[in-house]
Structures are given as C-alpha cells and as structure tokens.
C-alpha cells in the first residue's frame, strides 16, 4: 500500500508543542505515513520557538499573524490559505489539535474539500459557549467537522458519546503534551536565560502565566494586582511571570507590576527552560489549559485563574484549584498554600489523570488500522493511578 498522506495543520504555540511528537512519531514511519506540516503561524515568535526546538521545518508557512489581530481575521486569512494547500496536497487526512482557531478553521477547510478530519484533544468541554472564548467553540465546531476523536482522557470520551459522537470514531490516547514534557524535562538541566540562571533556587518560586480572552480588561486587573499584594505579603518568594507577547496582556502587567524587586516579567520562555523551570517551582498560577496538565505531572500545585475549566480530572484529583479571577480569593488561596504545609502537602502530592507519554505512539496505531495497516488499534490509554504519575515527577524532582 502507498504511505497515507497526513497534513497537520497548527498555528500557535501550545498546538505546537502539542502536536510536535506526533509529527515526529509519524515521520519516522515514512512507509505508512506521508507527514506533511502546514502552519498558519497565528502565532510567529512563540510558534517558532517551539518548532526549532523540536526540528519541524513546515512545508507550508502562511504566516499570517498581525499585532493584535482579530479572530475574524485569524479565521479569514487561515482558511484562504488552507485552502490553497489543499487544494494543492490533497491528502487523506487533516491532522489538528485542540481548540484554537487555527485548529476549527483547518477543520472547516478539510470540510470544504471533502477530506477526513482528525482531531487531537478531543472531547474537552466547560458547557459555557464563553469560557473560555472562543475555545469551548472552536473544540465544539471542531468535533462536529471531525471523523476521528483522539480524547485525552475518558471523560473526554464520555463528553463525546453524550453529543452522539459514534463509539467507534473515538479513541482514548492521553494527552500528548505528557509526551513532550517526558522529552523534555530533565534533572541536570540548567538555564542560560541570564534571568532564570541567576534565580535563588532555594526560595520558594511561583510561575506565573496568564492570557485568556475572557480575562482581558478587568479580571487581569485583578490577577496582577493579586501578584502584586501576594509580593508584599511575602517578600520572600520569587515571582516569575513569562509575559506572554500579546500586547493586551503585556501593557497591564507592565503597568501594574513593573519594577517591584522579585516579580520577573520576561518575555515568553522556549519549552525546554518553561518546563524545567515549573519542576523547580513551588507553585504555578494560571489560566492556561496546557499548564494545568503538566503541573499536575510534575507534582506542582497549581491555582486556575479562571471560573470554569474544560480539564477536570486534576481538580477531581487535588492538584488543581480553580480560584477564579478575584483578587481576594487568589491572595488568599496563594496564602494558604505559602503558610499551610498540609494544604500545599495535599495538593503537591495528587496524581497526574493526563497521560503516560505514549499518546503519539496510539494515535500513530490508531491510523494505521484507520487507513488498513492493521486489524485492530493498541489498547487505549487508561489511568493506573499513582505509580503512573510517578515516574514523570521523579524526573522532574531535584
Ligand atoms: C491564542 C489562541 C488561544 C491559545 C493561545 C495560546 C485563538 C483565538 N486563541 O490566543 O486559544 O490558548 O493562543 O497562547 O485561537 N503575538 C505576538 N507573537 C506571537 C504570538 C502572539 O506578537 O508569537 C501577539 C500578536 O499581537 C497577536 C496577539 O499576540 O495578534 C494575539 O495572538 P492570538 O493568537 O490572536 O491570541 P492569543 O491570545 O495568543
Ligand atoms: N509555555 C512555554 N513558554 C512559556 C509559557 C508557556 O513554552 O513562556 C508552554 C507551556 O509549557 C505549555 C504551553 O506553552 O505547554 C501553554 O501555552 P499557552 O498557555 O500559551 O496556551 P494554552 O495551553 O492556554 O492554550
């Protein structure tokens, strides 16, 4: 049989970091799969960083990303120019992640020409159109384009089965980016980032990001100004905050927090030192989907910066908080964790429900019996509980 023809398509950095071992995992099998990469580069520096970091040279780069660009634009410029790839491609299947833009638009131009639709992180849900904005859509919109479901977890599977999703298009991998923080996270590492290498390793470190639609205007407000009191209240922890480059983001946090000694705005971090910098530190604040995976991971309390969230197996588990986007309530809940051994003991030693870094190998399985390579898929993922999350934290460990 011919190599089947796979594009995946991304644009921003979490899809990126995401689908980067499937990329990898799928080009080593050049006899079954024909991998190509398109980006969209919604995002530019952040994506490129990601991609050098793990050597994808994309075969299409349609750099379309704009200063403070709008999601109608996002969506216009992407699919003009996924079109034209495909139509000049034509592969078997589009490859996509998670829930971004880039991700529903690649979908509905897939849709558009008629060629199958794969979808990685499948199935995550809030059941709140709004939150997060526009993600809850685009994994939606996503779905209903989508012939193949690759769920993280279970009870993404089961989101899927309740919209009528057929049993059979699903299949359960974990989450990929416990595949890339396993290649990534190492004991010896150590930092070049003059900032980073610089940092007192024996005081208590909280990472901080933050960069949510929804959080725009006043809820980030009170986020920084939370990091700000959180500061004062003890001067002796260590804030880092990799800002990410989205000017909306970065004027607040400037405004609010630059130049107060031991709060560190630095521009966005490669993977490689992000990861290792959250395995040395005590807790993580956040309204990112993709850290309230790896934090988990690494045995890392983490406090969600937001009302909902679509990742509820670590909450269910104790690592993960959701504190919203009061300031109060984050003072206080930060507090508790910095003063209160036993709360922070509790969370710091919940499990990690998202994966086992074998997800691109299954997904990888998964299409070959798709496109008749094999007679059944591997085994799916499934959570053995403690001993699983062992390992990566170990790895992670000082
Ligand atoms: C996007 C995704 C969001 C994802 C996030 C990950 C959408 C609508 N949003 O949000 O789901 O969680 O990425 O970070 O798909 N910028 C740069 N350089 C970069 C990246 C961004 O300058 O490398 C600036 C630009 O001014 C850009 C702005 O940030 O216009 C916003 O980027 P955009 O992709 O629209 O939104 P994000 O908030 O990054
Ligand atoms: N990340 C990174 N450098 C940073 C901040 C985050 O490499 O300075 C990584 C992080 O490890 C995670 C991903 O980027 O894998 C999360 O991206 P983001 O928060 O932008 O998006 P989300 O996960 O919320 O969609």
Redesign the pocket.
């Known amino acids: 049989m011919p190599p089947v023809k796979v594009l995946t398509v991304f644009g921003?950095?979490?899809?990126a970091?995401?689908m980067a071992p499937v990329v990898q995992e799928l080009k080593k099998h050049k006899e079954e799969f024909h991998c190509l990469v398109a980006v969209t580069a919604q995002?530019r520096e952040?994506l490129d960083?990601?991609l050098r970091l793990f050597s994808i040279e994309p075969e299409y780069d349609l750099n379309i990303m704009r200063p403070g660009q709008s999601l109608e634009e996002i969506t216009i410029r992407a699919l003009e120019g996924l079109v034209r790839v495909l139509d000049r491609e034509k592969p078997d299947l589009v490859l996509v992640h998670?829930?971004?833009t880039t991700t529903f638009v690649a979908a509905l131009a897939a849709f558009y020409r008629q060629v199958a639709v794969g979808h990685v992180e499948a199935g995550l849900r809030t059941g709140d159109k709004y939150a997060?904005y526009p993600?809850e859509m685009n994994r939606r919109l996503t779905g209903a384009l989508s012939d193949v479901h690759f769920a993280p977890t279970c009870k993404a599977r089961q989101n899927l089965l309740q919209e009528g999703v057929p049993a059979e298009r699903i299949y359960v991998t974990g989450n990929t980016?416990i595949d890339?923080?396993k290649a990534t996270v190492r004991k010896d590492y150590s930092f070049t980032d003059p900032v980073l290498a610089s940092l007192d390793f024996t005081k208590r470190i909280i990472l901080v990001?933050a960069?949510?639609r929804e959080n725009w205007g006043g809820p980030m407000q009170e986020i920084f100004s939370a990091l700000r009191e959180i500061k004062e209240q003890h001067p002796e922890v260590e804030i880092v905050f990799?800002?990410?480059k989205n000017p909306r983001v970065r004027d607040m946090a400037e405004e609010i927090l630059k130049g107060i000694p031991g709060v560190h705005l630095?521009?966005?971090?490669?993977?490689?030192?992000?990861?290792n910098l959250?395995a040395r530190s005590y807790l993580v604040l956040?309204?990112?989907?993709?850290?309230?995976?790896?934090a988990p991971a690494l045995g890392k309390p983490v406090l969600v910066l937001r009302e909902v969230t679509e990742r509820p197996e670590a909450v269910q588990a104790g690592t993960v908080r959701l504190v919203g986007t009061s300031k109060e309530v984050i003072v206080a809940a930060t507090k508790e964790l910095l003063e209160d051994q036993g709360s922070y003991l509790k969370m710091a030693q919940a499990v990690n429900p998202y994966g086992d870094g074998q997800a691109s190998k299954r997904i990888r399985g998964f299409l070959r019996y798709y496109f008749g390579f094999a007679l059944a898929p591997p085994p799916e993922f499934t959570y053995l509980g403690e001993a699983q999350g062992q390992e990566i934290r170990d790895k992670g460990r000082l």
Do not use: C
């Open positions: 921003t950095r979490p899809e970091i995401k995002h952040m960083q990601v998670g829930d971004t997060p993600e980016v890339a923080l990001t960069h949510r990799p800002v990410h630095i521009e966005p971090l490669d993977y490689e030192p992000f990861v959250m956040t309204d990112s989907g993709g850290l309230q995976e790896e």
